[in-house]
C-alpha cells in the first residue's frame, strides 16, 4: 500500500478533484510553498497536511488502517489458539505414534507451502487475487456517508488492486501458518513438560532398517542445529511399544519432534514470508507524481525557480601579477618589433647592465637559440607581447617552451602599436583589441604566467 503521506497527498487530490471545501484553502497553500526548500514530492506531502490542518483526513485514514491491521491480528491469535487446541487434542494418548504426529502437524502445510511455491513461480508479475480486494474491502470496516469517508475507501480499493498486493497476500497468509505452526509448538513443549509420553511407530510394509535410514533422514537437518535424534537401538526399540519406555529415549523423540516441526515448519514458513515481505517491498505502490494534478502544481513551483534572478556572470580569468626577481633579466620580443628600443624599462626596475636583449623571438632558428641561451644561463625572462600578436596555438606553443626553459621564471608585459591603436580607435572604439588584451589574459592565467602591470596603463 502506499506510505500514510502518500496516502493523505493522494485522498487531497481525490476530494479536490470533486470540489471538496477543505478547512485550508489548497490555492492559498500552493502559493505559499513556493518559496520552500525540497524536492516535488516532498513538498506535496508538506502540501497535503497544512490542506488537512485539523487532521481530519488522516484520522479518517488511520481508523481504516487500523481496523485492517486489527482484523489481521484477531486472525493470527485465532490461528495460533487453533493449532494449540489441535495439537493439544491430537496428543491426549501416553503412547504417540511419531510418524503419524508429524504428518499431522506437517504434511498438509508442507502441500500447502509447496503449492504456494509453484502458483508463485505460474502467476508471475499477475494481479492480486480479486476475492482478497472483497475479503478485505474497507467498505465493510467503516461506515460513512461524507465525501471523506467515500473518498477514504475509494482510495484504499484502488491500492487493494495493485499487482504488489498479491505479496501482501501472501505475507499475510504466511503470518496465518506461522501462527498455527508457532502454536503447535507451544502445545508440543506445554504437553511434554506436564506429561510423560512415549513414542511408537507402526507399519505393515517397512522394515525396522527401513524406518532406521527414514529417521536419520528427517534427522540430519534437526540434528544441525544441535537436536537430537533416537539412535538404530532406539529406534527398533520404539516399535509397537505398548508401555512407558526409558525416558532416554523418550527425550530423543521429543527432541526429534520439535526439531521436525520447527526445521522443516516454522523456518521454511518464515523464509517464505521474509521473501513476501522483501518483494512487497520492492513492489509497494509509489504515488504516481506524473499525473496531470501533480504535473501542474510542480509546474507551477518551477516556474517560480526559473522566473527567480539568480543568474551570476561569470568573470573572466585575469592574469597573475608579475614579480621580478633579482638578477639579470633577459628582455625578448614576440614575433613583432616594438616603436621604443627600451620599450622593458617600463616594466623593470633594472639597470642596462642587468638586462640583456635578446632581440625578436619568430622563426624556429630564434627558438632554438634562445632555448640554448636560457639552457646555459639562469635568467628571469621577460618576453613583450604587442596587440597584434594573435594567442594562437602556435603562438603559445612558444610560449609554453620558453617558460619551461626559463630557470628564473617567465613574465610578459603587453604592448601596444601606437599607430595601430589610433587607427582602430578611430574606426571602431570597442574594437576587438579589447578581446585580444583578454584572450591574452585568459591564456596567462591558465599557465600562471605573469603580467607586468605597466602594460595595463599603456592599454
Not at 484477531?74 to 504428518?103: D, E, H, K, P, R
Not at 585580444?436 to 605573469?450: D, E, K, S, V
Request: charged letters at 20%; a neutral charge; hydrophobic letters at 45%.
Amino acid at each position: 500500500m502506499l506510505s500514510p503521506q502518500d496516502q493523505l497527498t493522494e485522498l487531497v487530490r481525490t476530494l479536490e478533484t470533486e470540489q471538496h471545501v477543505f478547512t485550508t484553502d489548497p490555492l492559498l497553500v500552493t502559493e505559499k510553498l513556493q518559496a520552500e526548500d525540497g524536492k516535488p514530492i516532498q513538498k506535496l506531502h508538506r502540501r497535503a497536511s497544512r490542506i488537512d490542518s485539523n487532521g481530519n483526513l488522516a484520522r479518517v485514514l488511520g481508523k481504516i488502517d487500523g481496523r485492517i491491521k486489527g482484523i489481521m491480528m484477531v486472525m493470527s491469535i485465532v490461528w495460533c489458539v487453533s493449532g494449540f487446541l489441535g495439537l493439544f487434542t491430537l496428543l491426549q494418548t501416553n503412547v504417540v505414534n511419531f510418524f503419524y504426529v508429524l504428518v499431522c502437524l506437517l504434511g498438509f502445510h508442507t502441500l500447502m507451502l509447496g503449492g504456494w511455491l509453484v502458483m508463485t513461480l505460474i502467476n508471475q508479475g499477475r494481479q492480486s487475487p480479486s476475492w482478497f480486494a472483497n475479503f478485505v474491502s474497507p467498505s465493510y470496516l467503516i461506515r460513512g456517508k461524507d465525501d471523506v469517508t467515500k473518498a477514504a475507501v475509494e482510495l484504499y480499493e484502488r491500492q487493494l488492486q495493485h499487482s504488489g498486493m498479491r505479496w501482501y497476500l501472501g505475507r499475510f497468509s504466511h503470518q496465518l501458518w506461522l501462527a498455527t505452526l508457532t502454536g503447535m509448538m507451544f502445545a508440543i513443549i506445554f504437553l511434554l513438560i506436564v506429561r510423560q509420553y512415549s513414542f511408537s511407530w507402526e507399519s505393515t510394509l517397512l522394515s525396522d532398517q527401513a524406518l532406521i535410514s527414514l529417521t536419520q533422514v528427517l534427522g540430519w537437518l534437526p540434528s544441525m542445529v544441535g537436536f537430537d535424534v533416537p539412535d538404530n537401538a532406539a529406534i527398533v526399540q520404539s516399535r509397537l511399544v505398548t508401555d512407558a519406555m526409558p525416558l532416554s529415549v523418550a527425550r530423543q523423540w521429543a527432541s526429534l519432534l520439535i526439531g521436525s516441526l520447527i526445521m522443516y515448519g516454522i523456518v521454511p514458513r518464515a523464509i517464505a514470508w521474509a521473501f513476501c515481505a522483501l518483494m512487497f517491498r520492492r513492489k509497494k505502490m509509489r504515488l504516481d507524481i506524473k499525473l496531470p494534478y501533480y504535473q501542474k502544481i510542480i509546474d507551477f513551483w518551477q516556474r517560480q525557480v526559473v522566473d527567480a534572478d539568480d543568474f551570476n556572470e561569470a568573470s573572466a580569468p585575469v592574469a597573475p601579477k608579475a614579480s621580478v626577481s633579482a638578477g639579470k633579466k633577459l628582455v625578448a620580443l614576440l614575433e613583432y618589433p616594438s616603436e621604443q628600443d627600451n620599450w622593458w624599462q617600463a616594466g623593470l626596475n633594472s639597470t642596462d647592465n642587468e638586462v640583456e636583449n635578446f632581440g625578436i623571438v619568430d622563426d624556429r632558428d630564434d627558438m632554438d637559440r634562445l632555448t640554448t641561451y636560457l639552457d646555459k644561463n639562469s635568467v628571469q625572462v621577460l618576453l613583450g607581447i604587442h596587440s597584434q600578436a594573435l594567442p594562437d596555438r602556435g603562438t603559445l606553443r612558444k610560449l609554453d617552451r620558453i617558460a619551461t626553459h626559463a630557470k628564473h621564471g617567465l613574465i610578459v608585459q603587453l604592448l601596444n602599436n601606437n599607430k595601430t591603436s589610433k587607427l582602430v580607435a578611430a574606426t571602431d572604439p570597442k574594437s576587438s583589441q579589447d578581446v585580444r588584451y583578454q584572450q591574452w589574459q585568459t591564456a596567462l592565467a591558465a599557465r600562471n604566467i605573469g603580467l607586468v602591470d605597466s602594460s595595463v596603463s599603456n592599454h
